[in-house]
């Protein structure tokens, strides 16, 4: 069975950090684009930022310059460190990957993790 469980979010003031972790563990054969995504109350769900198995990486404009994503391949994890945070921030932030299992290719999400930044 694979799973993305993430860690990190938590209450932060405006202005401050949170670096999340998410980490894939299970039957994987490899693993392509991680990426990260959020989701504010009464909003759909936007990308954050993805980071390809070779390191390249793509933000939504909004964050440039905030947020930075990392990942370590020997782990499995995805990691996506906030900085300046904004109460507009505030949101489930969910973890994505694309995973090769059992020699297929599949999209998988992890349960979401609370980001609150309070003004």
């Known amino acids: 069975q694979v799973q993305l469980v993430e860690s990190g979010g938590g209450l932060v003031q405006d202005g401050g950090s949170l670096r999340l972790s998410c980490a894939a563990s299970?039957?994987?054969?490899?693993?392509?684009?991680m990426g990260w995504y959020r989701q504010a109350p009464g909003r759909q769900r936007e990308l954050v930022a993805v980071?390809?198995?070779?390191?390249?990486?793509n933000y939504a404009d909004s964050l440039k310059g905030r947020f930075t994503i990392s990942r370590d391949n020997a782990k499995n994890t995805v990691y996506l460190q906030m900085d300046s945070l904004k109460p507009e921030d505030t949101g489930v932030y969910y973890c994505?990957?694309?995973?090769?299992?059992?020699?297929?290719?599949?999209?998988?999400w992890g349960q979401g993790t609370q980001v609150t930044v309070s003004s």
């Open positions: 299970g039957s994987i054969f490899s693993i392509n684009a």
């Open positions: 980071i390809t198995s070779g390191g390249s990486t």
């Open positions: 994505n990957a694309d995973l090769i299992v059992l020699g297929r290719d599949y999209d998988y």
